[in-house]
């Protein structure tokens, strides 16, 4: 079976199908407030590690990539997230503040996959596109500028790739539809509600550094803020958006004053919970990405964050569990799926049987 690989313009996502549950190789759909591979609902579980791209470049440095994934792989994890876009430079993507190169951006979509020999938009391995990672317009606090511009570009998108799914990589923030929601009122010009109402917009986003936005409070107080911007988050998926949602970044920085492990792991915690809570009951919680993943011998990319697979800790063994939680979960699914094909095939079966009987004048 293939990896599934999930490509973000701020990000690349790569899922890794290591549990033996899904015997296909088809693109991501949604369905209500699920994600949906092969007909069976997915939750994903994951991490982020926007450096795979840099270092995949260098020979070097590439053993580094295949170390992480491979240490992925081994605690459950099925989704990366890392880089698919570039700044300055030549063919970049953003050739200066604000200026786009429009052929650098059809060239993502429509690149050939070199092992493969399918491009991109055609690539059953790709999960989904993100627009930007953590947009913000300050300048325009009404969230006018920001909502037409996610309106057309994410219209350009579908019409150069019809096959994926699409979200704008927002961080959660709210606008007008509920600005008492944000950490000290952040009027940045998005808004969790409206940005994703946008039709061509498949699921949600949510980010979550309640150390970052409430810098000078007590780690109490951010636990307490945590558990709410998730479970509301979850809530405004279900009952408004009606669409999947994706914790794609989260995390305790180890550079905060008085930082333990155990503090982090009450963060992870928090997140994983509300993720699997809603998961178990078919909610709009599809999974979890944290930030960051890094392999060994990587300390000059330690932003804080990180973590380290195979330095055994408590956090580690947090991510390890969730993995197995996640993944009864979607194995659930498929025995379900499975028993429903194969009592179709039953009545197929009977209703044939019957049929020839009737054509061959033996029935009684």
């Not at 791209?53 to 440095?61: A, L, V, W």
């Not at 200066?96 to 979509?109: A, H, I, K, M, N």
């Not at 953590?134 to 325009?140: A, F, G, V």
């Not at 408590?314 to 569990?321: D, P, Q, Y």
Request: aromatic fraction near 12%; proline fraction near 3%; charge should be neutral.
């Amino acid at each position: 079976m293939k990896h599934l690989v999930v490509m973000f313009f701020g990000a690349l996502l790569f899922i890794f199908q290591n549990h033996g549950v899904l015997a296909e190789d088809g693109f991501m759909k949604t369905r209500g407030v699920q994600l949906v591979l092969n007909g069976v609902p997915y939750y994903g579980h994951g991490f982020n590690a926007y450096w795979l791209m840099y270092m995949g470049t260098d020979p070097s440095e590439r053993v580094k990539v295949s170390s992480a994934l491979r240490e992925a792989k081994g605690h459950g994890l099925t989704i990366a997230r890392t880089w698919a876009f570039a700044d300055g430079g030549y063919r970049a993507l953003q050739t200066s503040p604000g200026s786009y190169d429009e052929r650098t951006f059809r060239t993502v979509l429509t690149r050939i996959n070199t092992l493969t020999g399918v491009a991109y938009k055609d690539e059953p391995t790709i999960m989904a596109w993100e627009l930007m990672n953590e947009p913000r317009c300050t300048s325009d606090p009404s969230g006018k500028t920001i909502q037409a511009w996610i309106t057309e570009m994410a219209s350009y998108l579908k019409s150069i790739d019809g096959n994926h799914l699409l979200e704008v990589g927002l961080e959660g923030f709210y606008g007008s539809s509920n600005p008492k929601k944000n950490p000290n009122n952040y009027p940045i010009g998005t808004d969790f509600i409206a940005n994703n109402q946008i039709p061509d917009i498949d699921f949600a986003t949510v980010h979550a550094y309640p150390d970052q936005w409430l810098t000078g409070s007590s780690y109490e107080d951010q636990v307490s803020f945590l558990n709410s911007w998730v479970s509301g988050h979850i809530q405004d998926a279900q009952n408004i958006l009606k669409k999947p949602v994706l914790f794609a970044e989260f995390g305790r920085s180890l550079k905060e004053s008085g930082y333990t492990t155990s503090q982090r792991d009450r963060m992870f915690t928090v997140v994983y919970s509300g993720i699997y809570s809603s998961a178990r009951g078919g909610g709009a919680a599809v999974g979890g990405l944290f930030w960051q993943l890094l392999a060994e011998g990587m300390d000059n990319f330690q932003d804080g964050y990180g973590v380290v697979l195979s330095e055994s800790s408590s956090t580690v063994g947090l991510i390890a569990e969730e993995s197995r939680k996640l993944n009864e979960i979607r194995k659930k699914y498929a025995r379900l799926r499975n028993i429903e094909k194969w009592k179709r095939a039953r009545e197929i079966g009977r209703d044939r049987f019957w049929s020839g009987n009737k054509d061959n004048g033996t029935e009684n």
